[in-house]
């Protein structure tokens, strides 16, 4: 079936540096994209999300960009933090299914 | 405001033995309920999602059973543990066309 996926399983990045994470996905349909972040022990969390009628979107600290044209997703995190430490996972949908297609993870270790 | 309450948050528990995992939801109704596994170091896999009081759906044949009895209640069983069922469980929730909002997790060893 379609499957979203991570090009990267583990990105090292120093503090204070800006990390880029991405993630490739197959379902052209796709019109709703979601960032995760999961720290060690807890359940993911929101950070961003962004419908296909936009191709970039901001948060604090967070940007996500969409390339629909070659099925691309990233999540841009500025300043990175030592906080930022985690698996980063994205999620592709339907906006208006019930359904979220998770990619495999990519971890983010921030070194101090 | 919604929150999403699962628990027990670790277990350990015998090959063989029963298992009951229960999640809710406040703050919101007729929430879609879903139930993941998560292996260390692994992905997200699916394991049941539910649009309804007693509306289950199962995406893999598996030792585990879920059943929604109340509209914001979603519980996972198994009458036999295998050791194969450890793992972290997470529930979430969402509303229709929204993104997921998980649970804290259940850490599941069976030994």
């Known amino acids: 079936g379609e499957s979203v996926g991570l090009h990267l399983p583990t990105l090292s990045v120093q503090e204070g540096d800006n990390s880029i994470i991405n993630c490739a996905y197959s379902?052209?349909?796709?019109?709703?994209f979601i960032w995760y972040k999961q720290e060690s022990g807890k359940g993911p969390q929101f950070i961003i999300d962004i419908r296909s009628n936009m191709d970039k979107r901001q948060g604090q600290r967070v940007t996500v960009l969409l390339n629909k044209t070659v099925k691309h997703l990233s999540l841009q995190i500025a300043a990175t933090q030592p906080g930022d430490s985690a698996v980063y996972f994205c999620a592709e949908g339907l906006y208006g299914n019930n359904r979220l297609a998770f990619g495999k993870g990519n971890q983010v270790v921030v070194i101090p | 405001s919604q929150t999403i309450h699962q628990w027990p948050a670790t277990l350990v528990q015998p090959v063989g033995s029963p298992l009951s995992l229960e999640c809710t939801v406040e703050?919101?109704?007729?929430?879609?309920l879903y139930w993941y596994r998560q292996a260390a170091g692994r992905g997200l896999q699916l394991l049941f999602y539910?649009?309804?009081?007693?509306?289950i759906s199962s995406e893999v044949p598996q030792n585990l059973s879920a059943s929604r009895p109340q509209d914001r209640q979603f519980i996972l069983s198994s009458k036999k543990l295998l050791l194969s069922d450890s793992g972290f469980y997470l529930c979430a929730w969402s509303l229709t066309g929204g993104s997921y909002t998980f649970g804290s997790g259940t850490r599941l060893t069976v030994v």
């Open positions: 539910s649009v309804g009081i007693g509306q």
């Open positions: 703050g919101t109704s007729n929430p879609n």
């Open positions: 379902n052209s349909a796709s019109d709703y």
